[in-house]
């Protein structure tokens, strides 16, 4: 019997960031494809909190937060670190880690469904985080360092699901002569990285948000 | 040489958690008052993302943002842990911290300075917050049974200064009928836990709350 045991979504980021940890230590698991317009009994009562995924669910007991999983899976089941060992760098993944989840992504929402006056103000702001991002990645491979870890991972939103985005919506923010270092990242990470097959498939994506905003609003 | 300066607000809870955190170690520390409406050089070369504190500079080098911090403190420096040893007991601790930050404080902000409609929506949503937290207490000391740690350091502000700004704004939110559990443990919080000497003076907080409330809109 499998132990442990992911309810998510396939095409999310949120649960890829827990199935690429798990893959990484090598963690066989079962993955529960939830119906988040019908949520199931399971997901209700393992997160009765914020009644989201991704929870993973060890020994049955269940873990909620894409990044409470990560670092419960990294201390928790052998295999390669996601996280790296000095404490020091440690702290700089979980900052940056954290600036893609409490900054970049929130704002992203108002950038792409936000209508008039604040999504122009939305987009000139994104435009000065991504410069942030572009500035922390120049001379780097990935987010600490050469090796692609726990900010990596963080930030699969901002690598792959994003770009996507701009092309489903027509919203385009990225350029490389703008953002050279964030792209050469971007490209790193989708061609060359550890998680490049274990992206889900470009085009099943795109459709999925085109048909979001062609949708009658 | 002091090798361990904290920039931060004599007032602050996120300031406190990490005075805390470097307390319960043995840490030695200079404290570094910041003056908000006037950022020092040094804060902004610190933390040039947020400009926020509070800052941890070790050995010339900062680390930003309070949880980040704490976990940094707990992997850096001998002495007793603030992180439980069990990593799902640490899942638990970093869920409940995480579950404070990102949905409790930001929605207290709109209780306290929102008007009309949605005041009195916020105020409704909070007392759902309150009731998950007063649920998540019944029959335990601290938010990881008996031992204070890692989520009540996190919680410090509702434990203290949100009493208090009920007092300084009059709105009131918590009873002891209606939140049992949450009031027990924010009595113990305060009145016989191991941080109880570390609170700042209910007195200068509450002079300080009734100003800004006071101050014209």
Redesign the interface.
Known sequence: MTQVKLIGVTLSPFSRRVEWALKFKGVEYEFIEENLQNKSPLLLESNP?HKKIPVLI?NG?P???S???L??ID??FEGPSILPKD??D??IA??WA??ID?TCIPLLGKVLFGKGEEAEKSKEEFGGLLK?LDNELKDKKFFVGDNFGFADVAANFMAFWFGILEEASGVVLVTSEKFPNFCGWRDEYINRSQVKEYLPSRDVLLAHFQSRFQSPK
């Open positions: 909190i060890h007991k873990i909620c937060e990044m409470v999983i670092e419960y201390e928790t404490p020091y440690r702290a979980r900052f954290k600036f409490d942030i």
